[in-house]
């Protein structure tokens, strides 16, 4: 158990906004108790307390949209909690990708169309890689490649870069898509095997346009 002073209120729970940790959109909110606390840093995986159901849940047990935690914030009076994530799908259950979908204009609500970008594909994957490294699933290629070591990821790595070379030889833009697809699911495997996220590789593109 970690010695993190929190302000829990007279039920022994502390309120959780959740944004995405790229894009920092809003999520949801939820509710935390010590127990669930303890339990999304022990996992990484985003544990609240249902005031309904009154247990521990998993956010993801489900539906397997996991929100994998990259950073927890505190607010000055400690009794507030920002949880930036990595969400592995829809954080709503009605499929949208934030609970915060809808809003009020000249009066009136408005639902707003829910799109998924390139880089919240890319924030997936890189979390669900991040999470088999840290919690092994059997029959997982990723922990394959993890528990094979640096050598045979690395060379997964090269054999998938000659194989986009070959595709743009070709000039098959079917053939490229995929195969880019490979380099990009290695390279955050390697990554990944470094301590490392496509954070570290966006701040270094960001210095060289200085």
């Given at each position: 158990m970690t010695d993190i002073e929190l302000k829990f209120d007279e039920k022994g729970l502390i309120p959780a906004v959740i944004q995405n940790k790229d894009t920092k959109e809003v999520l949801m909110v939820a509710y935390m108790n010590r127990e669930s606390f303890e339990k999304t840093i022990e996992t990484g995986r985003a544990t609240f307390f249902s005031r309904s159901r009154q247990q521990l849940w998993v956010k993801g047990e489900t539906s397997g949209n996991f929100m994998y935690v990259s950073?927890?914030?505190?607010?000055?009076?400690?009794?507030?909690?920002?949880?930036?994530?990595?969400?592995?799908?829809?954080?709503?259950?009605?499929?949208?990708?934030?609970?915060?979908?809808?809003?009020?204009?000249?009066g009136k609500i408005v639902e707003e169309l829910d799109r998924e970008d390139l880089s919240d594909v890319m924030s997936v994957d890189e979390a669900v890689v991040i999470d088999r490294k840290k919690n092994p699933e059997d029959g997982s290629y990723t922990n394959y490649l993890f528990t094979k070591g640096e050598d045979k990821i690395l060379k997964k790595v090269g054999e998938e870069a000659a194989e986009v070379v070959i595709a743009g030889k070709n000039r098959d833009k079917s053939e490229i898509s995929y195969e880019v697809a490979d380099l990009i699911y290695h390279l955050t495997v390697m990554l990944v095997d470094n301590g490392m996220t496509w954070d570290d590789i966006y701040r270094e593109m960001k210095r060289r346009r200085g």
């Open positions: 950073e927890i914030r505190l607010d000055c009076d400690s009794d507030c909690l920002v949880l930036l994530v990595n969400p592995a799908g829809p954080a709503c259950h009605t499929g949208n990708r934030t609970c915060f979908y809808r809003k009020i204009e000249d």
